[in-house]
């Protein structure tokens, strides 16, 4: 492509396909050959039951960008081509593309869609009858058939607008919309027959269509046109054959959304009708339910899941591996990764690397800028060429030692993953999850739902700055993990509506891991799932070795934080809990050790503060109500009474309940509307809250286990 111009939707040339893309193409070569296998049969009549009948419409799934235009372009290239390329289907003689592409999303507001869904036939017979040496008669007919289809479909799908005729002006319009409903599927299936036998160049009368032929149209952009869009779908549905397939482009999310709403306005309409308030929840929870159960059921069958091809964000991973078209031909592509400083992108973790950050076009449009750069193997272009990618900018150096900085701005965090375990307790339920799941906050207000692409681009910028000799820096970009892959749920009933009735209690970190390190603890999730099993708190009565390996990965981050490097702590950490677990000898006994070694190999004040925020929490951790059995609470107490820090019982009580208020306030929540007025939630109404939560969760246990008193101003119980 020629540098300075902005690339649009084309086909992708097979040698530049990425795997999933060739994975999706396919799933669609398997779809239409069985379109193909299917169609060469005998066709049911109008009058008659299609035994056989299945669905024909295959969906290019994927976000706003994410390239299913260049897809289809691709597909509808492959499946058109005159010689079969060896590696898919490609090129059948029995496949018949209609171009132009159909495009929804400009689709005049007035104009009859059934009409406009039939008027690729119509070329495709003008092409038809130049083909033709001699009589034109059969032409005539087949132009005959299809403009009575025309006629009916769109009089039979189209308002009559009689409200200003004649009482017999209406009956007959209406008469006429009547019949064109009725005839529409016998009339298409006369045409699609016609149109069959004149490709095969069939002349028996009696011929009920049985021809392999398949005719394919294309539809782009079906969900854009809201208005209109259940209308499609449901003339796509009308509009079938065996030997005819539709192949659509849209986002499945937004199509769902779309067609959920039309439900839900049917059932409002006819709620307004009835003379019952709209406003009833009870009612309008009912109308939500039903439509959200009809629209599921109807995409079911019209666009099921086998029929969809699925496109999602390209990874960092995958852009530096699409090639580049050079003006001077094919032989002169180069991978995105060869036009980039590698110093600074191989500087990115490898895990960091495979989330998806950028739709198919703007990996393009960055491509497109970066060719534009005068140097762009430079580390500058380089970190330029991230941003673009990640939509944020680099900003320039305010002087010659200072390091370029990444204009990103916001709070990235951690909310616990998919659930792989669970111990149910009373009244409360420890989990265990797989990877976390990141967040950003841009700007540092929570959004209204949140984007996890834009969390991988927040994640991709700070894994490079946060690297130990790194090209730039990102001074508004802040990590503060959250959630990990251990946490407890306890269902309580606060006083007040402004705390939520779960709380969630986090297990404490020494230090936060890094955001490579956060990435990775799906491992350790695994690990601490086989040491454990069953689905009661009962059943972890002897599994401190789960809890060991825990603590030892915190220990881990330890070493890291104070700039030692814990490979080799890692290895003697995990040899050391290896032997207790094959001699069952107690398994709290190498994280003493550890933990005495790290306070006395890093005397700083920083992390001695740390170490001994991190005992009282794990003192905290021992209290009935994080879900640990009696004996394991108590046998991880005596580990960290044998770690050697004082911890001072009111500092304990402190610590208790800022726990405690993290668990029961959801961050979304500090601040609620009540009677109309946003208030926020006073330091008074919060010590109450805590203390009622403690309160009734002391209730519910001996009281031997309670280790930590609780306060209500200055009196303890």
Known sequence: MTKGLVSEARPIPWDQLLKFEDRELKKADDWIQAVLEDADREKPGADEIDERRSGRVLLIDGPRGSGKTSLLLTLLKHWGAKKVTGKLVGGHEHLHIFLPILDFDPLPPAMPLHGWLLEPWRDEIKKLGRNLTADSSEDDDLSEIFVALFERVVSGWTPPYAESKSVVEKAMAYQEQASGWIETTKKWGDFVGAMLCRKAGCSDARCRGKHEHVFVISIDDVDLQVERLPELVHALRLLRHPNVAYVLTGNYKHLQFVMNLDYINRHTRRLNRSGKRPSDDELVREIRIHAKRLCDAFLEKALPLHARLELRHLTFHEVLKIAIDDDKGADARKLVSELLSKEVWNGIPSITRRRGVATARQAQHAI???????????????????????????????????????????????????????WKGDRLTLMLTDALSFVFDPDFIVPDAYDAVAANQALLIHSLVATSNPPAVAHALEWTPDAGIASTHVHWEPSSNKVTATAIFHWPWLVPPSATEALGLHRLAARMRSLAGGNSINDLEDSDAMIAIWLMKNLEWGWRSVGKNPESYRTQSGAMIDLKLRTKVDAFGAFVTQFKTLLRDNPNRAFQDDAARWARELRVMTMPYFGLPAKLANNLWKAVDKCGLATQAIKVQQEQAVIVRNAIIAKSVVTQRVDGVDRDLSKRELDEQVYEFLRQRMERVEPKQWRIPIQKGRKST
């Open 368 to 422: 497109d800028r970066h060719r534009q750069r005068s140097s762009p193997a430079t580390a500058g272009a380089t970190l330029a060429f991230l941003a673009d990618l990640c939509g944020t900018a680099v900003l320039s150096k305010g002087s010659a030692h200072d390091k370029p900085a990444f204009a990103v701005r916001g709070e990235l965090t951690t909310e616990l993953g998919p659930i792989i375990q669970v």
